[in-house]
């Protein structure tokens, strides 16, 4: 129904009609819009690749281009996928994620970065800096780590241990005695042991019981999963989703986690791929290694290297690769020419056979680093070259 299908002499329901459609375009306008930043800002994030050139310019890859962010020699910097944190050659401590740098600290200070935070300390005053927001945490910090998704770090003035995640402060336990930190890190969740040898799980702002055991537990974490051999109920065990479930009715021999799933080897050498309540079995032969990391599962099989992308098993070389690097979705390794190659959305694409090739992962980009600093960027399925 349109305008002119209204009678003319109805006024009132056609001036609602019209109130009424209106709003509706604005609102599917405002949708529009806000879907449009979200998506750019997202993609914007992952293009923050840095690098020195040969003129020692420094320098990023940022929108299909090559960008100097300082043309004076800079004297070191630290980067995650979203961020770079960087020392001028003045001594300043800087920032770079997409815009024009920005000055944090003017004084000699200790930095961390993670993919997507920074921390830094001057003394015992411990800062981050996250998606444009500043905070001092404490005046009075000790040890601190620097995650993807969190800060842990401890406040002496009342001897706590804390927690800074999706800029808020949570105390997660306060100490009479010497303050010790988390037993097990992960990006996002975290298991610590409180007074009385009593194991907890911090994950998303609140506390979970896990129970006492006077020994020490082996936890693997990743981000919103925790695995560890469940020494009173003698079970493999995962927390997930705000609860302790078992896996296995045995304890587990070796085992890994990722972005919401696990990887683990049973008794009879299988490697099983658990998320979401579902088991895969990715290889029945005893695998001579397996790496996890974000989205990637990597194992040997026999003399070949295999890997577990978008819920595939995919071959990836015939040869044990002499080193590699696993990040985010991104499997980048030493390619049996002694250059690199990388698997990228299920295909392996060599990107230089020039040896002794240094090589990054941001993002799910690769930087490879090649004679006379120059530089190879491979991200979303081209080669750019600076």
Same mark, same amino acid.
């Given at each position: ?9 109805d ?5 609602v009609?019209?109130i ?5 375009m ?7 819009f806000a ?12 293009q ?12 990023t ?6 960008r100097v962010?300082e ?10 996928d ?12 800087? &920032?770079? !994620?997409? =815009? ?9 200070? *200790? /930095?961390? #970065?993670? @993919? ?5 300390n001057v003394?015992?005053?411990?800062? &981050?800096? !996250?998606? =444009?927001?500043?905070?001092?945490l404490?005046?009075?910090?000790? *040890? /601190?780590? #620097?995650? @993807? ?20 402060k ?14 097990f ?25 896990l ?29 997930e ?17 990722g ?36 989205d990637?599962?990597?194992w040997?099989?026999?003399t ?22 696993l990040?985010?979705?991104v499997?980048?390794?030493?390619n049996?020419?002694?250059g690199?190659?990388a ?11 020039q ?20 530089y190879?960027?491979y ?8």
């Amino acid at each position: 129904m349109n305008f002119r299908d209204y009678n003319k002499n109805d006024n009132g329901a056609f001036f609602v009609y019209r109130i009424v459609y209106f709003y509706s375009m604005k609102y599917i306008f405002l949708f529009c819009f806000a879907f449009i930043c979200i998506f750019t800002s997202q993609s914007h994030a992952q293009q923050v690749i840095p690098f020195v050139d040969f003129s020692n310019y420094f320098r990023t890859f940022q929108n299909d281009n090559f960008r100097v962010l300082e043309f004076q020699r800079i004297q070191e910097y630290k980067a995650g996928d979203d961020l770079v944190a960087y020392i001028d050659n003045r001594g300043n401590l800087r &920032v770079f !994620e997409g =815009g024009a740098p920005k000055d944090l600290s003017n004084m000699n200070v *200790e /930095y961390h #970065v993670s @993919d997507h935070i920074l921390a830094w300390n001057v003394g015992p005053t411990i800062n &981050v800096y !996250e998606e =444009g927001h500043l905070e001092t945490l404490t005046y009075f910090g000790g *040890e /601190y780590i #620097v995650k @993807d998704s969190m800060v842990v770090y401890q406040d002496l003035r009342y001897n706590t241990l804390n927690v800074y995640s999706k800029e808020k402060k949570y105390t997660i336990q306060t100490s009479t005695g010497t303050l010790e930190m988390p037993v097990f890190v992960g990006e996002n969740i975290l298991a610590f042991r409180d007074n009385g040898n009593f194991y907890k799980v911090w994950w998303n702002g609140t506390v979970y019981d896990l129970g006492v055991w006077n020994g020490t537990i082996d936890f693997s974490g990743g981000t919103d999963i925790l695995a560890f051999n469940d020494p009173t109920t003698r079970t493999f065990a995962i927390f997930e989703n705000g609860e302790f479930l078992d896996v296995e009715i045995f304890w587990m021999p070796s085992y890994q986690c990722g972005r919401g799933f696990i990887a683990y080897e049973d008794r009879n050498g299988n490697l099983i791929h658990y998320s979401k309540g579902k088991k895969t079995e990715l290889s029945n032969f005893k695998s001579s290694f397996f790496e996890v990391k974000d989205d990637l599962v990597v194992w040997g099989e026999n003399t070949f290297v295999k890997a577990y992308q978008n819920e595939k098993v995919i071959t990836v070389t015939n040869f044990r690769p002499k080193d590699h690097l696993l990040k985010n979705n991104v499997y980048a390794f030493r390619n049996i020419q002694g250059g690199v190659s990388a698997l990228v959305d299920g295909k392996v694409v060599e990107l230089t056979t020039q040896q002794d090739a240094g090589y990054e992962i941001y993002g799910n980009a690769v930087l490879v680093s090649l004679f006379a600093k120059t530089y190879i960027v491979y991200v979303n399925g081209r080669k750019f070259e600076g």
